[in-house]
């Protein structure tokens, strides 16, 4: 009898070795020596039993899958994720998977990597019991005795012999097409997907020795390729994000109470947040009215959940009654241990809010503003303890969005930041922590990208062109949809702030000026840079007017330009200003703002982040690109001093 301890059965493969192989004769020979393991088990001379008491993923499953039996404890998640860190299974988990669970769901399972229940794995076929976690033993032993008694024979147990589950030769081509057709929808840049997709088309033949090799070569192909070391190194960075030298050995204050002020669409989102994760919530706002509409919001918000069976309408009814409270007055947040706030983005509103509370709240009591933009540093300025204070900048939707900015003004303490951390670590987001500076971190490196698109149309540039150019490069948007989706007054009233702050290097393009003046400020007013009246997106006509009337002023005739120049620039401006930032010393850790990027503006994942794609295109190059945009461009594109420097001496972001 197999089993583990603590939350994992087996926790799988040391991905940190993984990502340190380059030679791929070496990786192979090392996956063909893991076969010999696992196939060791499965022709072992007496039966295994695999008593999965938690967690089963990657080659925690490809060895159950080898064993005789599969016992698992309820709710342990089961499953092949490796396609999230670049790979694919490496044990024989794409032939063995199939033949218990059949080839669709197994292409499912593996070019997806989302894991099932224990449940769910029973349903599908590769587990074949599910028990309550403490008579797990028991009922492996009961197994056990059934296997003495030959009322059960292991040797026809052995999962490569299963050929019950697979498709016949017509079947098999109509799925893998398919499978094909959704993995060029969905995993454009990535290849791991297709690399799975292979292995199957390719395998699940008569001679398993042989289909083993082939996914043994396909997987070596993944391993040493620069999308995975990216996808892998994302992953670490993820663990260790948050684990900064500021604050360790400090331990956070628990949080068991936390105060939401505002109920809207962010205030909604973080409540929905504690609600789910533990935390009871006291949600405040300016009257009954707003207060209803908020808990209508915090209800939608569990619609996916409802609707895919996780839970119930009485499910949510009896977790809102246990956890949330609602009031009108600000009196009532007096226990709270943290209080977050999402009103309106107007620092005299704020400032009153939090100096209020100061004379309320504990001392120990943290607070948290979801401000996207305002000091941090000022406005802690009104409390009797400064250092109580910190920016906790959420995206929306907050429910879904796993970034979390977490800021520190200039008094923040390490004992606020530690908490602050650990918090986040608890509603399951990823911290990044920064400095306060305009804009903090995400919202102005992400502006540089929207500013540099609206100039390009100034020059004629059509901005269809420029947002498919950006889809093309992996962005899950075109700075147009972007721009509507967040909308486009504020990101009209961002850019001034910064026009403020940064002179002329920052100062906004004239065609934003007047697409602003429309009055037109994307998906919430149903037009922006796109009509979504219809029932089909289209350009918005009093947009295209606002461009041509511009463009006819100025004599300035349509340009056509590469997709690859209209990426070019706008990565060189947008890592320009990330080398600004780190010179400012908002934020100097290129593994935090590239996960920035990633988590909270959709950069693609297996580019590595926007420094890490920095040096792969090289700091010279980008230096050198710089150098020319400034020519032909003007101030926007002077380069930062450090990045000077760095183009000089060979420097890179990372140091591998």
Known sequence: MLTGSGKNFIAGADITEIRAMTDKDHVFSQVMDNYRFVNAIEDAPKPVIASINGNCLGGGLEIAMACHYRIAAQG??????????????????????????????????????????????????????????ENLLEKALDVSRGFIAGELEHRNRITRMRT??????????????????????????????????????????????????????????????????????????????????????????????????????????????????????????????????????????????????????????????????????????????????????????????????DGICRPEAVFGTNTSALPITEMASVLADPSRMIGLHFFNPAERMQLLEIICGNETSDQTLATSVAYARDIRKVPIVINDGPGFYVSRQLSAFLSESAFMVGEGVDFLKIDEAMLDFGMPMGPATLNDFTGIDIGYHVGKNFEKSFGKRWKMSPILERVYQTGCYGRKTGAGWYDYSGEETVPNPKVLEVIETYLKENGIASKEVSSKEIVNRMLARAINEAVYMIQEGICDRPQDMDLAMIYGTGFPPYRGGILRYADAWGIHNVYEHLVKLEAEHGVRFSSATLLIEMAKSGGTFYKD
Request: glycine share 10%; charged share 25%.
């Open 76 to 133: 342990v998640q089961v499953g092949q994720p490796k396609v999230k860190v670049g790979l694919i299974p490496g044990a024989g988990g794409t032939q063995r998977l199939a033949r218990l669970v059949g080839l669709p769901d197994a292409l499912q399972m593996i070019t997806t990597g989302n894991a099932i229940t224990s449940e769910q794995g029973m349903e599908k076929g590769c587990i074949d019991e599910v028990v309550l976690h």
């Open 164 to 357: 019950d589950r697979l498709p016949s030769p017509e079947e098999k081509k109509g799925i893998i097409a398919f499978a094909k057709q959704i993995a060029a929808q969905k995993a454009k840049g990535y290849i791991a997907p297709f690399k799975a997709i292979e292995e199957m088309e390719r395998g699940l033949s008569d001679d398993f020795e042989a289909d083993l090799k082939v996914e043994a070569e396909l997987f070596c192909d993944c391993a040493v390729s620069d999308i995975a070391k990216n996808l892998m190194e994302i992953f670490l960075n993820t663990r260790a994000a948050g684990r900064i030298p500021r604050i360790k050995g400090v331990g956070p204050k628990k949080i068991r109470i936390v105060g939401m002020l505002g109920g809207g669409a962010m205030g909604s989102g973080i409540t929905s947040l504690l609600l789910r994760h533990g935390f009871n919530a006291i949600l405040w706002d300016i009257n009954d009215e707003t207060i209803q509409k908020g808990l209508s919001a915090i209800r939608k918000t569990f619609d996916y959940p409802i609707k895919k069976g996780k839970m119930t309408e009485e499910d949510l009814h009896q977790l809102m009654q246990e956890r949330l409270t609602t009031t009108t007055s600000l009196e009532d947040l007096g226990e709270a241990d943290l209080v977050i706030e999402a009103v309106v983005e107007d620092m005299k509103i704020k400032q009153d809010i939090w100096k209020y509370l």
